[in-house]
Protein backbone atom coordinates (compact mmCIF):
# COMPACT_ATOMS: atom_id res chain seq x y z
CA UNK A 1 0.00 0.00 0.00
CA UNK A 2 1.14 3.16 -1.07
CA UNK A 3 2.33 5.42 2.15
CA UNK A 4 0.91 8.86 2.36
CA UNK A 5 2.76 11.75 1.32
CA UNK A 6 3.31 14.75 4.27
CA UNK A 7 6.13 16.77 2.36
CA UNK A 8 9.62 17.12 1.07
CA UNK A 9 12.43 17.33 4.01
CA UNK A 10 14.57 20.20 3.46
CA UNK A 11 17.45 19.21 6.29
CA UNK A 12 20.12 18.38 4.03
CA UNK A 13 20.81 18.75 -0.04
CA UNK A 14 19.97 14.77 -0.40
CA UNK A 15 16.57 14.57 1.52
CA UNK A 16 13.95 12.63 0.02
CA UNK A 17 10.65 13.05 0.80
CA UNK A 18 8.54 12.61 4.31
CA UNK A 19 5.77 9.35 4.00
CA UNK A 20 3.28 8.23 6.76
CA UNK A 21 3.07 4.65 6.49
CA UNK A 22 -0.23 3.39 6.33
CA UNK A 23 0.43 0.48 8.53
CA UNK A 24 1.64 3.16 11.56
CA UNK A 25 -1.21 5.20 11.26
CA UNK A 26 -3.35 4.24 14.04
CA UNK A 27 0.02 4.70 16.85
CA UNK A 28 -1.41 8.07 16.69
CA UNK A 29 -0.27 11.79 15.93
CA UNK A 30 0.07 15.29 17.41
CA UNK A 31 -0.15 18.60 15.22
CA UNK A 32 1.46 21.48 17.06
CA UNK A 33 2.36 24.85 16.00
CA UNK A 34 1.11 28.89 16.60
CA UNK A 35 -1.75 30.40 15.21
CA UNK A 36 -1.46 30.66 11.01
CA UNK A 37 1.49 28.08 11.08
CA UNK A 38 -0.19 26.16 8.61
CA UNK A 39 -1.81 23.57 11.26
CA UNK A 40 -5.00 23.63 9.11
CA UNK A 41 -4.02 22.77 6.11
CA UNK A 42 -1.22 19.89 7.27
CA UNK A 43 -4.72 18.72 8.98
CA UNK A 44 -6.33 18.45 5.52
CA UNK A 45 -3.58 16.91 3.59
CA UNK A 46 -3.47 13.76 6.15
CA UNK A 47 -7.09 13.46 5.86
CA UNK A 48 -6.60 13.45 1.69
CA UNK A 49 -3.92 10.91 2.38
CA UNK A 50 -5.77 8.41 4.16
CA UNK A 51 -9.02 9.06 2.72
CA UNK A 52 -7.65 8.31 -0.46
CA UNK A 53 -6.17 4.82 0.95
CA UNK A 54 -9.73 4.21 2.02
CA UNK A 55 -9.70 5.00 5.75
CA UNK A 56 -12.57 7.28 6.98
CA UNK A 57 -12.11 10.18 9.08
CA UNK A 58 -13.87 12.51 11.75
CA UNK A 59 -12.33 15.84 12.46
CA UNK A 60 -13.93 19.30 13.83
CA UNK A 61 -14.43 22.03 11.92
CA UNK A 62 -13.31 24.72 14.41
CA UNK A 63 -13.06 27.74 11.82
CA UNK A 64 -15.17 26.48 9.18
CA UNK A 65 -12.22 25.74 6.59
CA UNK A 66 -11.82 22.42 6.86
CA UNK A 67 -15.15 22.34 5.14
CA UNK A 68 -12.86 23.15 1.67
CA UNK A 69 -12.33 19.61 1.43
CA UNK A 70 -15.66 19.25 0.08
CA UNK A 71 -14.77 20.80 -2.82
CA UNK A 72 -11.64 20.83 -5.64
CA UNK A 73 -9.58 23.54 -5.06
CA UNK A 74 -7.77 25.93 -8.12
CA UNK A 75 -4.44 25.61 -8.96
CA UNK A 76 -2.75 29.31 -8.75
CA UNK A 77 1.06 30.20 -9.84
CA UNK A 78 2.13 30.36 -5.94
CA UNK A 79 0.54 26.98 -5.63
CA UNK A 80 1.78 25.67 -9.26
CA UNK A 81 5.58 26.66 -7.90
CA UNK A 82 5.36 24.88 -4.29
CA UNK A 83 4.10 21.72 -5.93
CA UNK A 84 7.44 22.08 -9.08
CA UNK A 85 9.66 22.45 -5.81
CA UNK A 86 8.41 19.58 -3.96
CA UNK A 87 8.56 17.47 -7.24
CA UNK A 88 4.65 16.15 -6.91
CA UNK A 89 3.88 14.84 -10.53
CA UNK A 90 0.82 13.68 -10.08
CA UNK A 91 -1.29 16.27 -8.34
CA UNK A 92 -4.97 17.52 -9.27
CA UNK A 93 -7.60 19.60 -7.79
CA UNK A 94 -9.88 17.37 -6.86
CA UNK A 95 -12.74 17.03 -3.21
CA UNK A 96 -12.77 14.64 -0.78
CA UNK A 97 -15.87 12.62 -0.37
CA UNK A 98 -17.35 14.34 2.52
CA UNK A 99 -20.24 14.06 5.36
CA UNK A 100 -21.25 17.30 7.17
CA UNK A 101 -22.65 16.41 10.61
CA UNK A 102 -23.81 19.40 13.03
CA UNK A 103 -24.40 18.75 16.70
CA UNK A 104 -27.29 21.65 15.68
CA UNK A 105 -28.41 20.03 12.68
CA UNK A 106 -27.53 23.25 10.72
CA UNK A 107 -24.37 22.94 8.78
CA UNK A 108 -24.76 19.12 8.53
CA UNK A 109 -26.88 16.21 9.76
CA UNK A 110 -28.02 16.28 13.52
CA UNK A 111 -25.36 14.26 15.52
CA UNK A 112 -27.44 12.60 18.78
CA UNK A 113 -26.59 10.39 21.81
CA UNK A 114 -28.93 9.63 24.24
CA UNK A 115 -28.49 10.52 27.63
CA UNK A 116 -27.78 7.26 29.04
CA UNK A 117 -25.30 6.60 26.52
CA UNK A 118 -23.25 9.92 27.43
CA UNK A 119 -23.21 8.22 31.10
CA UNK A 120 -23.44 9.96 34.19
CA UNK A 121 -19.45 11.10 34.29
CA UNK A 122 -19.70 12.96 31.23
CA UNK A 123 -22.52 14.33 31.61
CA UNK A 124 -21.81 15.86 34.92
CA UNK A 125 -18.35 17.52 33.68
CA UNK A 126 -20.81 19.12 30.37
CA UNK A 127 -23.00 20.73 33.48
CA UNK A 128 -20.05 21.56 35.32
CA UNK A 129 -21.49 19.84 38.89
CA UNK A 130 -19.72 19.54 41.92
CA UNK A 131 -18.60 16.35 43.82
CA UNK A 132 -21.76 16.13 45.56
CA UNK A 133 -24.21 17.03 42.91
CA UNK A 134 -22.46 14.32 40.37
CA UNK A 135 -22.82 11.59 42.84
CA UNK A 136 -26.81 12.68 42.89
CA UNK A 137 -26.41 12.47 39.16
CA UNK A 138 -25.09 8.72 39.55
CA UNK A 139 -28.14 7.94 41.57
CA UNK A 140 -30.25 9.24 38.70
CA UNK A 141 -29.04 7.26 36.23
CA UNK A 142 -29.03 3.90 38.71
CA UNK A 143 -32.54 4.37 39.63
CA UNK A 144 -33.56 4.39 35.74
CA UNK A 145 -31.58 1.43 35.50
CA UNK A 146 -33.55 -0.37 38.51
CA UNK A 147 -36.71 0.79 37.61
CA UNK A 148 -36.54 0.29 33.99
CA UNK A 149 -36.83 3.41 32.44
CA UNK A 150 -35.00 4.73 28.96
CA UNK A 151 -33.05 8.11 29.52
CA UNK A 152 -33.17 8.92 25.83
CA UNK A 153 -33.03 13.19 26.05
CA UNK A 154 -33.05 16.04 28.87
CA UNK A 155 -36.72 15.52 29.40
CA UNK A 156 -36.05 12.16 30.07
CA UNK A 157 -34.07 13.34 33.28
CA UNK A 158 -35.85 16.16 34.62
CA UNK A 159 -38.58 13.52 35.05
CA UNK A 160 -36.86 11.57 36.50
CA UNK A 161 -35.38 14.19 38.79
CA UNK A 162 -38.67 15.29 39.72
CA UNK A 163 -39.52 11.38 40.94
CA UNK A 164 -36.14 12.03 42.77
CA UNK A 165 -37.38 15.11 44.72
CA UNK A 166 -41.18 13.38 45.29
CA UNK A 167 -39.54 10.64 47.36
CA UNK A 168 -36.32 11.81 48.19
CA UNK A 169 -36.69 10.09 51.84
CA UNK A 170 -37.33 6.57 50.79
CA UNK A 171 -34.29 7.21 48.10
CA UNK A 172 -32.23 8.36 50.28
CA UNK A 173 -32.67 5.47 52.39
CA UNK A 174 -32.00 3.32 49.47
CA UNK A 175 -29.36 4.70 47.66
CA UNK A 176 -27.90 7.18 49.62
CA UNK A 177 -28.43 10.66 50.62
CA UNK A 178 -30.51 13.02 48.28
CA UNK A 179 -30.73 16.78 49.41
CA UNK A 180 -33.14 19.12 47.75
CA UNK A 181 -30.52 21.78 46.99
CA UNK A 182 -28.36 18.91 45.02
CA UNK A 183 -31.58 18.28 43.11
CA UNK A 184 -32.14 22.41 42.32
CA UNK A 185 -28.76 22.50 41.24
CA UNK A 186 -28.92 19.90 38.73
CA UNK A 187 -32.26 21.33 37.26
CA UNK A 188 -30.82 24.91 36.86
CA UNK A 189 -27.76 23.13 35.16
CA UNK A 190 -30.22 21.47 32.77
CA UNK A 191 -32.05 24.72 31.94
CA UNK A 192 -28.68 26.31 31.11
CA UNK A 193 -27.54 23.44 28.93
CA UNK A 194 -31.46 23.58 27.31
CA UNK A 195 -31.05 27.50 26.75
CA UNK A 196 -27.65 26.75 24.96
CA UNK A 197 -29.43 24.87 22.60
CA UNK A 198 -27.82 21.63 23.53
CA UNK A 199 -31.37 19.56 24.10
CA UNK A 200 -31.30 18.90 20.21
CA UNK A 201 -28.08 16.83 21.10
CA UNK A 202 -30.09 14.69 23.23
CA UNK A 203 -32.45 11.95 21.90
CA UNK A 204 -32.95 10.14 18.84
CA UNK A 205 -32.00 8.34 16.33
CA UNK A 206 -28.72 8.05 17.88
CA UNK A 207 -25.70 8.10 16.07
CA UNK A 208 -24.16 5.10 14.70
CA UNK A 209 -20.78 4.02 14.67
CA UNK A 210 -21.19 2.22 11.26
CA UNK A 211 -22.18 5.62 9.61
CA UNK A 212 -18.69 7.54 10.61
CA UNK A 213 -16.75 4.56 9.03
CA UNK A 214 -17.95 4.79 5.23
CA UNK A 215 -16.24 4.51 2.30
CA UNK A 216 -17.14 5.03 -1.58
CA UNK A 217 -18.17 3.12 -4.28
CA UNK A 218 -14.42 3.59 -5.31
CA UNK A 219 -12.80 2.77 -2.22
CA UNK A 220 -11.72 6.20 -0.48
CA UNK A 221 -12.96 6.55 3.03
CA UNK A 222 -15.61 9.16 3.83
CA UNK A 223 -14.07 12.21 5.67
CA UNK A 224 -16.57 13.36 8.61
CA UNK A 225 -16.74 17.00 9.21
CA UNK A 226 -18.16 18.21 12.72
CA UNK A 227 -19.03 21.90 12.11
CA UNK A 228 -17.50 23.66 15.69
CA UNK A 229 -17.11 26.96 15.07
CA UNK A 230 -20.13 27.69 17.48
CA UNK A 231 -19.92 24.84 19.38
CA UNK A 232 -16.27 25.73 20.38
CA UNK A 233 -17.82 28.45 21.80
CA UNK A 234 -19.17 26.18 24.54
CA UNK A 235 -15.62 24.16 25.39
CA UNK A 236 -16.83 21.68 27.80
CA UNK A 237 -19.74 20.47 25.57
CA UNK A 238 -17.60 20.34 22.62
CA UNK A 239 -14.40 18.39 24.24
CA UNK A 240 -17.78 16.07 26.25
CA UNK A 241 -19.04 15.76 22.96
CA UNK A 242 -15.89 14.02 21.50
CA UNK A 243 -14.43 12.36 24.32
CA UNK A 244 -17.94 10.57 24.47
CA UNK A 245 -17.27 9.77 20.86
CA UNK A 246 -13.79 8.49 21.02
CA UNK A 247 -15.29 6.37 24.11
CA UNK A 248 -17.57 5.09 21.79
CA UNK A 249 -15.53 4.01 19.59
CA UNK A 250 -13.24 2.27 22.01
CA UNK A 251 -15.74 0.13 23.83
CA UNK A 252 -17.67 -0.95 20.67
CA UNK A 253 -15.06 -1.59 18.36
CA UNK A 254 -13.08 -5.41 18.12
CA UNK A 255 -9.92 -5.47 18.71
CA UNK A 256 -8.01 -5.61 15.28
CA UNK A 257 -4.14 -5.98 16.03
CA UNK A 258 -2.11 -4.36 13.99
CA UNK A 259 -3.50 -4.04 10.55
CA UNK A 260 -2.40 -2.76 7.27
CA UNK A 261 -4.55 0.61 7.95
CA UNK A 262 -6.58 2.09 9.95
CA UNK A 263 -10.15 1.21 10.25
CA UNK A 264 -10.63 5.14 10.99
CA UNK A 265 -8.61 8.14 11.80
CA UNK A 266 -9.97 10.35 14.56
CA UNK A 267 -8.55 14.22 14.58
CA UNK A 268 -9.39 16.47 18.09
CA UNK A 269 -8.97 19.73 17.31
CA UNK A 270 -8.18 22.26 20.01
CA UNK A 271 -6.87 19.20 22.30
CA UNK A 272 -5.87 21.61 25.24
CA UNK A 273 -10.15 22.09 25.85
CA UNK A 274 -9.81 18.33 26.58
CA UNK A 275 -7.76 18.21 29.32
CA UNK A 276 -8.59 21.46 30.58
CA UNK A 277 -10.04 21.42 34.19
CA UNK A 278 -10.56 17.85 33.76
CA UNK A 279 -10.84 15.56 37.12
CA UNK A 280 -8.10 13.03 37.58
CA UNK A 281 -10.23 10.40 37.46
CA UNK A 282 -11.22 11.73 33.61
CA UNK A 283 -7.65 12.26 32.55
CA UNK A 284 -7.03 8.71 33.35
CA UNK A 285 -10.13 7.38 31.36
CA UNK A 286 -8.25 9.60 28.33
CA UNK A 287 -5.09 7.90 29.13
CA UNK A 288 -6.41 4.97 29.05
CA UNK A 289 -8.50 5.22 25.97
CA UNK A 290 -5.51 6.44 23.67
CA UNK A 291 -3.48 3.75 25.01
CA UNK A 292 -5.67 0.87 24.10
CA UNK A 293 -7.72 2.54 21.31
CA UNK A 294 -4.83 1.85 18.70
CA UNK A 295 -5.67 -2.29 18.91
CA UNK A 296 -9.20 -1.53 17.88
CA UNK A 297 -7.34 0.16 14.59
CA UNK A 298 -8.44 3.60 15.18
CA UNK A 299 -5.90 6.49 15.04
CA UNK A 300 -6.23 9.44 16.95
CA UNK A 301 -4.56 12.87 16.04
CA UNK A 302 -4.67 15.79 18.53
CA UNK A 303 -4.15 19.27 17.47
CA UNK A 304 -3.65 22.26 19.20
CA UNK A 305 -0.77 25.25 19.39
CA UNK A 306 1.43 23.41 22.22
CA UNK A 307 2.69 20.36 22.46
CA UNK A 308 2.13 20.40 26.37
CA UNK A 309 -1.21 21.26 26.67
CA UNK A 310 -1.56 16.94 26.30
CA UNK A 311 -0.31 15.63 29.14
CA UNK A 312 2.92 14.05 29.33
CA UNK A 313 1.49 10.33 29.45
CA UNK A 314 -1.02 10.95 26.83
CA UNK A 315 2.13 12.79 24.57
CA UNK A 316 4.29 9.66 25.21
CA UNK A 317 1.36 7.85 22.65
CA UNK A 318 1.60 9.94 19.93
CA UNK A 319 4.18 8.18 17.39
CA UNK A 320 3.78 10.50 14.77
CA UNK A 321 4.44 14.33 15.18
CA UNK A 322 4.26 17.66 12.88
CA UNK A 323 5.68 20.88 14.81
CA UNK A 324 4.69 24.08 13.13
CA UNK A 325 6.06 27.07 14.75
CA UNK A 326 6.18 28.35 17.38
CA UNK A 327 7.31 32.09 18.44
CA UNK A 328 9.18 32.31 21.84
CA UNK A 329 7.73 35.25 22.76
CA UNK A 330 6.66 34.52 26.87
CA UNK A 331 8.08 32.04 29.53
CA UNK A 332 5.85 30.24 28.29
CA UNK A 333 6.75 29.82 24.99
CA UNK A 334 9.95 29.06 25.71
CA UNK A 335 8.86 26.67 27.67
CA UNK A 336 7.11 24.87 24.95
CA UNK A 337 9.86 25.16 22.56
CA UNK A 338 12.27 23.39 24.84
CA UNK A 339 9.10 20.46 25.33
CA UNK A 340 8.37 20.99 21.34
CA UNK A 341 12.61 20.21 20.93
CA UNK A 342 13.14 17.26 23.41
CA UNK A 343 9.89 15.23 22.30
CA UNK A 344 11.99 14.67 18.74
CA UNK A 345 14.07 11.77 18.00
CA UNK A 346 17.52 14.44 17.57
CA UNK A 347 19.16 15.25 14.13
CA UNK A 348 23.25 16.12 13.88
CA UNK A 349 22.13 18.27 11.02
CA UNK A 350 19.11 20.52 12.81
CA UNK A 351 19.43 22.17 15.92
CA UNK A 352 15.66 21.96 16.78
CA UNK A 353 15.02 24.60 19.13
CA UNK A 354 16.53 27.04 17.01
CA UNK A 355 14.44 25.89 13.47
CA UNK A 356 11.43 26.30 15.95
CA UNK A 357 11.34 29.50 15.93
CA UNK A 358 12.62 29.99 12.21
CA UNK A 359 10.07 28.07 10.19
CA UNK A 360 7.48 29.91 7.75
CA UNK A 361 3.92 28.97 6.80
CA UNK A 362 3.70 25.73 5.58
CA UNK A 363 7.32 24.52 7.20
CA UNK A 364 6.97 22.20 9.99
CA UNK A 365 9.49 19.75 11.58
CA UNK A 366 8.61 16.58 11.48
CA UNK A 367 9.22 13.15 12.85
CA UNK A 368 7.31 10.14 11.52
CA UNK A 369 7.36 6.39 12.43
CA UNK A 370 9.50 3.99 10.71
CA UNK A 371 9.43 0.26 9.86
CA UNK A 372 8.85 -1.50 12.98
CA UNK A 373 7.92 1.73 14.51
CA UNK A 374 11.13 3.26 15.01
CA UNK A 375 10.74 7.27 14.90
CA UNK A 376 12.42 8.88 12.46
CA UNK A 377 15.36 11.88 12.84
CA UNK A 378 13.41 14.76 13.11
CA UNK A 379 13.64 16.68 9.69
CA UNK A 380 11.96 20.44 8.58
CA UNK A 381 10.03 19.60 5.80
CA UNK A 382 7.74 21.36 3.29
CA UNK A 383 4.13 20.08 3.56
CA UNK A 384 2.59 18.92 0.82
CA UNK A 385 -0.71 21.15 -1.13
CA UNK A 386 -4.13 19.55 -0.59
CA UNK A 387 -6.00 18.80 -3.56
CA UNK A 388 -9.11 20.20 -2.42
CA UNK A 389 -10.19 23.94 -1.35
CA UNK A 390 -7.61 25.57 1.42
CA UNK A 391 -10.77 27.91 2.62
CA UNK A 392 -14.41 28.31 3.46
CA UNK A 393 -17.33 27.03 1.51
CA UNK A 394 -20.38 29.16 0.49
CA UNK A 395 -23.92 27.79 1.98
CA UNK A 396 -24.90 26.42 -1.26
CA UNK A 397 -21.93 24.36 -1.79
CA UNK A 398 -22.71 23.30 1.49
CA UNK A 399 -26.04 22.85 0.84
CA UNK A 400 -25.27 20.37 -2.14
CA UNK A 401 -23.18 18.40 -0.54
CA UNK A 402 -25.50 17.65 2.61
CA UNK A 403 -27.98 16.87 -0.32
CA UNK A 404 -25.81 13.88 -1.78
CA UNK A 405 -24.94 12.35 1.34
CA UNK A 406 -25.82 8.58 2.05
CA UNK A 407 -27.18 9.37 5.61
CA UNK A 408 -29.35 12.22 5.46
CA UNK A 409 -32.64 10.16 5.55
CA UNK A 410 -31.44 8.40 8.38
CA UNK A 411 -30.90 11.56 11.10
CA UNK A 412 -32.56 14.31 9.36
CA UNK A 413 -36.21 13.42 11.21
CA UNK A 414 -35.79 13.27 15.19
CA UNK A 415 -37.82 10.45 16.55
CA UNK A 416 -39.47 10.73 19.65
CA UNK A 417 -40.45 7.41 21.20
CA UNK A 418 -41.48 6.60 25.25
CA UNK A 419 -39.19 6.76 27.56
CA UNK A 420 -38.87 7.81 30.94
CA UNK A 421 -40.96 10.91 30.82
CA UNK A 422 -44.09 9.57 28.98
CA UNK A 423 -43.95 6.55 31.56
CA UNK A 424 -43.69 8.65 34.11
CA UNK A 425 -46.79 11.12 33.09
CA UNK A 426 -49.06 8.07 32.63
CA UNK A 427 -48.37 6.71 35.95
CA UNK A 428 -49.23 10.58 36.71
CA UNK A 429 -52.50 10.89 35.12
CA UNK A 430 -53.20 6.81 36.59
CA UNK A 431 -52.49 7.54 40.02
CA UNK A 432 -54.81 10.92 39.20
CA UNK A 433 -57.56 9.10 37.41
CA UNK A 434 -57.74 6.28 40.95
CA UNK A 435 -58.13 8.95 43.46
CA UNK A 436 -60.34 11.00 40.90
CA UNK A 437 -62.99 7.29 40.67
CA UNK A 438 -64.51 7.23 44.12
CA UNK A 439 -65.11 10.85 44.07
CA UNK A 440 -67.00 10.19 40.84
CA UNK A 441 -68.70 7.06 42.01
CA UNK A 442 -70.22 9.03 45.21
CA UNK A 443 -71.56 11.60 42.59
CA UNK A 444 -73.03 9.14 40.54
CA UNK A 445 -74.36 7.53 43.13
CA UNK A 446 -75.94 11.05 44.33
CA UNK A 447 -77.92 11.27 41.51
CA UNK A 448 -79.65 7.88 41.78
CA UNK A 449 -80.85 6.75 45.04
CA UNK A 450 -78.11 8.55 46.96
CA UNK A 451 -77.78 11.73 48.82
CA UNK A 452 -79.86 13.67 46.55
CA UNK A 453 -83.10 10.97 46.79
CA UNK A 454 -82.67 11.08 50.45
CA UNK A 455 -82.75 15.06 50.19
CA UNK A 456 -85.88 14.37 47.88
CA UNK A 457 -87.75 12.13 50.37
CA UNK A 458 -87.74 14.36 53.15
CA UNK A 459 -89.00 17.42 51.35
CA UNK A 460 -91.41 16.07 49.54
CA UNK A 461 -92.23 12.52 51.27
CA UNK A 462 -92.72 9.27 50.37
CA UNK A 463 -96.20 6.57 50.98
CA UNK A 464 -95.28 5.99 53.90
CA UNK A 465 -94.28 9.36 55.93
CA UNK A 466 -94.81 12.48 55.31
CA UNK A 467 -92.10 15.16 53.77
CA UNK A 468 -91.07 18.06 55.64
CA UNK A 469 -92.80 20.58 53.54
CA UNK A 470 -96.13 18.67 53.99
CA UNK A 471 -95.73 19.17 57.90
CA UNK A 472 -94.57 22.73 57.81
CA UNK A 473 -97.95 23.30 55.62
CA UNK A 474 -100.54 21.17 58.23
CA UNK A 475 -98.89 22.98 61.29
CA UNK A 476 -99.00 26.67 59.15
CA UNK A 477 -102.34 25.84 58.41
CA UNK A 478 -103.29 24.57 62.14
CA UNK A 479 -101.83 27.51 63.68
CA UNK A 480 -103.88 30.07 61.12
CA UNK A 481 -106.73 27.97 61.89
CA UNK A 482 -105.96 28.32 65.74
CA UNK A 483 -105.54 32.16 65.37
CA UNK A 484 -108.75 32.91 63.78
CA UNK A 485 -110.19 30.74 65.91
CA UNK A 486 -108.82 32.60 69.06
CA UNK A 487 -109.82 35.91 67.79
CA UNK A 488 -113.89 34.70 67.11
CA UNK A 489 -114.29 33.29 70.03
CA UNK A 490 -112.98 36.51 71.87
CA UNK A 491 -115.25 38.74 69.52
CA UNK A 492 -118.18 36.64 70.36
CA UNK A 493 -116.99 36.79 74.21
CA UNK A 494 -116.71 40.08 74.15
CA UNK A 495 -120.16 41.25 72.34
CA UNK A 496 -122.02 38.53 75.16
CA UNK A 497 -120.26 40.04 78.03
CA UNK A 498 -119.83 43.86 76.87
CA UNK A 499 -116.37 44.12 76.64
CA UNK A 500 -114.20 46.92 74.86
CA UNK A 501 -113.39 46.58 71.19
Known amino acids: MDPIFVGKATTTETSGNVVLLPKYGNR ?9 TGKTVTLMTLAEGFSRIGVPVFLADVKGDVAGLAVPGTTSEKLQARIDQMGITDYRNEAAPVVFWDLWGKAGHPVRTTVSEMGPTLLARILELNDTQAGVLDIVFKLADDRGLLLLDLEDLRALLGLIADERKDISTSYGLVSAPSIGAIQRALLRLEQEGAELFFGEPALELA ?29 SFLLWLLSELFENLPEVGDLDKPKLVFVFDEAH ?21 RSKGVGVYFCSQFPDDVPANVLGQLGNRVQHALRAYTPRDQKAVKTAAETFVSNPNLDVAQAIGQLGTGEALVSMLL ?37 GMKYDTRIDRDSAAELLARKTEAKAAQAQAPAAKT ?22 RQGMIETMAKQTARTVGSQVGRQILRGLLGGIFGGKR
Do not use: W
Open 371 to 407: DKGVPMPVEKTLIAPPRCRMGAITDAERMQVRAGSPV
Open 273 to 293: LLFDDAPPALQQRIEQVVRLI
Open 443 to 464: AEADDGNGFGQTVKDALFGTKR
Open 211 to 239: DLMRTTPDGRGVVNILAADQLILKPRLYS
Open 28 to 36: HGLVAGATG
